[in-house]
Every structure is written in structure tokens, then in C-alpha cells.
């Protein structure tokens, strides 16, 4: 009865993990990405740790109430995931007013007829937190020796059991 609960278990464990991964790298294969999310001035409908999956549109394609991700215009290199509150398209350039749900203020910015930003699809609630963590010297760490001893212990377990197997 163990045996199988434990079977259960990590299936169930293995299946998780799987679902997240796809639902965090489907973006990457349909030619979106995904981005974890650093501050709270999307909650409560987005947090911080979350992760949101995002596809590539044309400016043109963004309507007011749509959440998109969009290189921040005081910070070079700096993302930022924002609710469309309106667009005006004038002389090839899309003019642009986003705010965060939880601030105070909005955002105006502009870009090209032509160029793209991301529209966000879903998100993937708290996954972030192990992301940002696997990108720390103690993570990048984790992910090489806690799989390496999972193995060795499965191995020792299996080398242990054989002479208690053949005695029963």
C-alpha cells in the first residue's frame, strides 16, 4: 500500500511539474514568451511571482482593456506587463496610455504601426518564485546536485533491496 502511494505521489508530482513546464515554454514554440512578473501593479489580477505567457501582435491589434508587456519608456531594457486604458494611431506611430490596475498613475508611450509587443493569455500563478530562484548561484546550484542525490538514493535504495528480496 505504500509502495503505490508513494507511486501515486510522485506521478502526481512529475505530472505537475510537467503541465507548468509546457504552459511555461508554449509561448517560446508559438512565437510568444513568457515573463515572470517582479512588482504587484497588476494585482489582483495578476501577482508578483506569477508568470504570464504572451503572444507577439501588431499595435494596431491592441484594444483598451487588453493587458500587454512593453519595453518601459523612462528605463531602458525594463519590461513592464500593463492594462491598455486607450490608442491613437496618427503618422505611423500608435500612441499608447497603460496603467497597472494598482497604481496611481498611467504610462504614455509610443510605437511603431509596424512593430510588435506582447498581448498577455494567461498566467501561471506563483511559478516565478522558482524561476527567479533557478537564476541565483544557490539554484543554479539546486538544479544539479538535488536531482543528482534523488538518483543516488533511488539507486541505493535499489541496491539494498536486492538481498532483503532474495531472502523473503
Known sequence: MRRHLTALLTFAAIGAFAVVLVAVVAPYALGGRSYTVMSGSMEPRIHTGDVVAEEQIAPRDMRSGDIVTFEDPDVDGRMITHRVRSTREHDGVVSVVTKGDANNTVERWTIPVDGELGRVRYRVAHVG????????????????????????????????????????
Open 129 to 168: 518564485y522558482a524561476l527567479a530562484f533557478t537564476r541565483t548561484p544557490t539554484g543554479k546550484l539546486a538544479l544539479i546536485v538535488v536531482p543528482a542525490l534523488l538518483l543516488g538514493l533511488l539507486e541505493l535504495r535499489r541496491i539494498w533491496r536486492r538481498p532483503q528480496e532474495a531472502t523473503a
